[in-house]
């Protein structure tokens, strides 16, 4: 195994990490304030136009539990080049596309490279440093694992006032360019390579697996029917169940269950879920809020997210710093209090709550998840031995687009039937 020995080289190489996982996941939510426009070129429906988004994370959940067999099999530098590769690849696609079918593939090639970037950068950030550091090292990984999404629609929104939704892609294409000639040129092997028999009925069931409970869940209140949907999930759930009984029965898993024997990394991995679910519902709720139910331009329903981002980013490195020196005891329940409190203040938004108490809110939301969110993963992976920290990585990046795909049903579904109710309740001022 071959590590980086100069800083100047370290910082190279994370810096390629970074901003290729940043990428990746930026790109993960560009479209979401651009689905209206999309409809009315491409003539489809609203059903159909959400599988742009849909379909994105269908494939980054299908690929990211493969990446610790990949991360054994691969070095560094053939994994990360390959998979900036397919997200190029794919962002010419979109960018060429004439048609919903061809955006909708050139989206899917994209996301084979979303779903590996992140655990590549994860799992290289803990090799190269000690673990001294990996506190604050993780608190920048998660920075880029948070601000990625949330950036998206702020810089859609502006982007769209001017150009057409082409040059989201556009835009992306020379930035994803220098991460694949970074990549050939400063990354090198970091990851022990152990090259683990290939298990094709564990990547069967794994995939199918995330597939049926992604697709299960989009189908929440799209006429499908709701006995359909949970079959589907159901079905989801057992191939998942199947592929990690599979796991342990085999001399060389593609994804070691054995980190779930550590308590506090399987209770970390479920607040991964949680936390996911409301930061990336936010991202989907509250710009149909500002723009579908209070009228306002994409524009001005980006800035009035801006201010939550940027707390964000500063508070996921101030809280990976914090951990290095006082551990995750006191962050982790406070971010999760304080996150749970703000909750409960966004579900007593009414119609007359001004803009500006969302917007601070929302900001109080994402503080204390930014808070939370990086301890609890450096916490969760601490646990583990060094021969398990790429399953670890795995199972946690894998949760993450769980929650991501049981987050928006959920809470769209919740704010469905609230709507409905409103109209029998007396509209209560903000207090």
């Known amino acids: 195994m071959q590590t980086a020995s100069k800083p100047a080289h370290l910082k190279a190489v994370m810096a390629l990490l970074l901003f290729g996982g940043f990428l990746s996941l930026f790109n993960e939510t560009i479209l979401n304030v651009a689905l209206s426009t999309l409809m009315e070129e491409m003539r489809v429906s609203a059903t159909t136009v959400q599988w742009l988004s849909t379909g994105y994370v269908l494939i980054v959940a299908i690929m990211v539990p493969t990446s610790a067999f990949l991360l054994h099999t691969f070095t560094t530098k053939q994994i990360y080049t390959g998979a900036m590769g397919f997200f190029l690849a794919g962002t010419v696609i979109a960018s060429l596309s ?136 159901a079905a989801g759930i057992a191939a998942l169940g199947w592929f990690a009984v599979r796991q342990l029965k085999l001399p060389q898993p593609m994804l070691d269950m054995g980190a779930f024997k550590k308590p506090y990394f399987t209770l970390g991995a479920i607040l991964v879920i949680v936390m996911q679910m409301v930061q990336f519902s936010l991202n989907i709720l509250l710009p149909m809020l500002f723009e579908s139910g ?92 060094a021969e398990l920290q790429a399953d670890g990585v795995a199972i946690v990046n894998t949760f993450i687009q769980l929650g991501s795909a049981l987050g928006t049903p959920l809470f769209v579904g919740l704010m469905s039937g609230a709507a409905c109710r409103q109209p029998r309740q007396r509209i209560l001022p903000y207090r």
């Open 98 to 233: 004439g048609s919903f079918p061809v955006l909708l593939s050139g989206r899917m090639v994209q996301a084979v490279g979303t779903g590996l970037l992140a655990p590549i950068m994860i799992n290289t950030a803990l090799a190269i440093y000690p673990r001294e550091k990996q506190g604050v090292v993780m608190g920048i990984c998660t920075c880029v694992i948070l601000v990625g999404p949330s950036a998206g629609p702020i810089v859609s929104g502006l982007v769209l006032q001017f150009f057409s939704w082409r040059a989201l892609f556009i835009i992306l294409i020379p930035l994803a360019a220098i991460c694949v000639i970074g990549g050939l040129l400063v990354m090198g092997s970091t990851i022990e390579i152990t090259k683990p028999k290939i298990d094709a009925r564990s990547i069967f069931l794994s995939s199918s697996g995330f597939a049926l409970i992604v697709y299960g869940m989009s189908t929440v209140g799209s006429g499908v029917g709701a006995l359909v949907s949970v079959l589907i999930f």
């Open 294 to 385: 209070r009228g306002m331009s994409s524009l001005t329903s980006a800035l009035t997210l801006l201010p939550a981002v940027l707390v964000c980013s500063v508070m996921t490195v101030v809280s990976g710093k914090l951990y290095d020196r006082i551990g995750g005891k006191v962050l982790i329940p406070t971010g999760l209090i304080i996150m749970c409190v703000s909750l409960i203040a966004m579900s007593r938004v009414q119609p007359s709550t001004p803009v500006a108490v969302i917007a601070c809110v929302n900001t109080l939301i994402y503080f204390g998840i930014s808070l939370a969110w990086s301890p609890d993963q450096s916490n969760a992976l601490r646990q583990l031995p």
